[in-house]
């Protein structure tokens, strides 16, 4: 079971948007709706940005947009500020287990 | 509040056994699947199982199936995360999470503990 295919990094200037692709398989990101996508500052806790694919839980900015295609789900941050620079995770299941991107570092210029 | 706390960080030497622990509060621990998270040292995340408090129903990743054992004591709203015999390559950050909604686990994980850290060196 390999991990989800994110890119290593990618970069925008405040004010920009930018885009994270998280890429399976028919058997997980292609199966459901259901790609989580996690936020993750340098020594803290992952924190739930979209789950079920596009819904934010409250409190969360909605600058922050999920959507899906095919086999690729993709995290869209609008408005880029300082403070989103952070790693983000993509997360599906495959059957009964789950199993994670490989992460995205994402600066702001 | 609805929050998980998870017990501190913990230095061991290989093949000792570990159980390291995490505690909700402000919600129906019984209801909502929590799961368990590794991330080695400036590595990602890694999905490593989930637990039903509420019947101790257990799913693991395959890369971790038979590595580790999850369990849950929902008298005290616990769940835990366990080792018999540790080795190196366990040495890392180890989160438990709680799932959005009650019942069911597919849909993300919104309550997450402070993490544990593990390290396990001769």
């Known amino acids: 079971q390999s991990a989800l295919t994110q890119p290593a990094s990618v970069s925008g200037s405040p004010g920009q948007s930018i885009t994270i692709s998280c890429t399976g398989t028919?058997?997980?990101?292609?199966?459901?709706?259901?790609v989580s996508w996690y936020q993750q500052h340098p020594g803290k806790a992952p924190k739930l940005m979209i789950y079920?694919?596009?819904k934010r839980p409250s409190g969360v900015s909605n600058r922050f947009s999920g959507s899906k295609s095919g086999n690729t789900a993709s995290l869209t941050i609008s408005g880029l500020q300082a403070e989103d620079e952070a790693d983000y995770y993509c997360?599906?299941?495959?059957?009964?287990?789950?199993?994670f991107g490989g992460g995205t570092k994402l600066t702001v210029l | 509040e609805v929050q998980l706390v998870q017990s501190g960080a913990e230095v061991k030497k290989p093949g000792e056994s570990l159980k390291i622990s995490c505690k909700g509060s402000?919600?129906?621990?019984?209801?909502?699947?929590i799961g368990w998270v590794r991330q080695m040292p400036g590595k990602g995340l890694e999905w490593m199982g989930i637990?039903?408090?509420?019947?101790?129903?257990?799913r693991y990743s395959p890369s971790f199936q038979g590595q580790v054992t999850i369990s849950a004591d929902k008298s005290i709203s616990t769940a835990y995360l366990q080792w018999s015999s540790l080795k190196a390559s366990d040495t890392a950050m180890y989160y438990c999470?709680?799932?959005?909604?009650?019942?069911?686990?597919?849909?993300?994980?919104?309550?997450w503990g402070q993490g544990t850290t593990v390290t396990v060196s001769s």
């Open positions: 999470a709680r799932h959005v909604f009650p019942h069911y686990y597919y849909y993300g994980m919104d309550v």
């Open positions: 402000g919600y129906s621990f019984t209801s909502y699947w």
């Open positions: 637990i039903y408090p509420g019947d101790s129903d257990t």
């Open positions: 028919s058997s997980d990101v292609g199966s459901y709706n259901l």
């Open positions: 079920e694919g596009s």
């Open positions: 997360c599906s299941y495959a059957g009964s287990s789950g199993i």
